[in-house]
């Protein structure tokens, strides 16, 4: 029986930091101990070959260009495993994620993205069962997508969102079904699943260049701080709105900004505040005007698959009105029907 052969890409993160008098930082023999803790699960385990940044990411520091590198790591290697792990740090794991999800549409292995909340040479760590999990969900054929695995559950990577900085259940996806739940053994739910596509459809432009901003509608924001915002001229915004998509309208200045801003290249994607749900712009009056305005919703997607998506598509080159169109199509499982 063919021993599937995966590659372990660490980034960084908690999962291979030490204490230090100054605080957590990179261990400086991350390799050895990954040998130890993981030396007794050999005959359990795929084979696996350790890629090691020379200079781990602090994921709160990751940036799109960040996303890119991993990306197109992934890509140089692809032909040469059968899966593929991600060590990454927690703070920005759902961005990377779903940046992944966008380059490499099209997989037919998995890629799945873990680290922990307690680094691996704790007495008392997360690291060694999510890296164990990650590993054995690598090596299997069901699986043709980028994942979460984080503390017994397995979520789809455009999907995930971090819920918590203290619990060891750091993330969940709010709006989909988990893939899969560890139990005694591990039940993937296939019907969740994305389908193995006939052929790779990797896109890994050169990210970097775009400028996108979230702006989070609160009571009483005066007008001026958005308008500063929109002065910045960003390729897109996202309006984090109430409810179902309603922000503000008794001020008509608010919606001309807005218009104008749509009118001059700027893309609006409206999302909701609220973790669960979907927005659907217009349900309410309150609403309504903001379509006029030129601003599309986001519908169940995460914020950090909107951010991602938007970099993506400006990344590839299109025009506004091609990535208002675009950004409303299902790339790769981020989106409900």
Not at 44 to 66: G, K, V
Not at 162 to 181: C, I, M, R
Not at 183 to 200: G, S, T
Request: hydrophobic fraction near 45%.
């Amino acid at each position: 029986m063919h021993r599937k052969h995966i590659c372990l890409i660490y980034t960084g993160g908690t999962i291979g930091m030490s204490k230090t008098p100054q605080g957590y930082a990179p261990m400086p023999h991350f390799d050895s101990l990954l040998a130890v803790r993981l030396g007794n699960k050999e005959g359990e385990l795929p084979h696996y070959t350790l890629h090691a940044y020379a200079t781990p990411i602090d994921s709160s520091n990751a940036t799109p260009a960040d996303w890119q590198h991993i990306a197109r790591d992934i890509a140089a290697r692809y032909d040469d495993y059968d899966g593929f792990v991600v060590l990454h740090g927690t703070d920005t794991m759902a961005y990377t994620a779903s940046a992944l999800s966008f380059m490499l549409q099209g997989l037919r292995k998995p890629v799945i993205v873990t680290g922990s909340q307690i680094p691996l040479e704790a007495v008392r760590t997360d690291a060694a069962q999510n890296l164990v999990a990650a590993l054995q969900l690598a090596a299997e054929d069901a699986i043709s997508e980028v994942a979460i695995y984080f503390n017994q559950r397995l979520l789809r990577g455009n999907r995930a969102t971090k819920v918590s900085t203290e619990h060891l259940q750091a993330f969940d996806s709010p709006n989909y079904p988990w893939l899969g739940e560890q139990r005694i053994a591990m039940k993937l739910q296939h019907q969740y699943l994305l389908p193995r596509a006939d052929r790779e459809n990797f896109e890994l432009p050169d990210y970097g260049q775009t400028i996108v901003l979230p702006l989070r509608f609160v009571p009483g924001m005066p007008l001026a701080a958005v308008q500063a915002m929109l002065d910045l001229r960003p390729h897109a915004v996202i309006l984090q709105c109430y409810g179902a998509g309603n922000a503000p309208d008794r001020d008509p200045a608010l919606l001309e900004m807005l218009t104008r801003a749509s009118e001059q290249g700027t893309v609006l994607v409206a999302c909701s505040q609220a973790l669960h749900g979907s927005v659907t712009i217009g349900t309410y009056a309150a609403g309504a005007q903001m379509l006029a305005a030129g601003v599309i919703g986001a519908r169940d997607m995460t914020f950090e698959a909107i951010f991602a998506k938007l970099h993506h598509l400006f990344a590839l080159g299109h025009a506004p009105d091609v990535v208002r169109r675009e950004f409303l199509r299902d790339l790769s499982g981020e989106i409900g029907a």
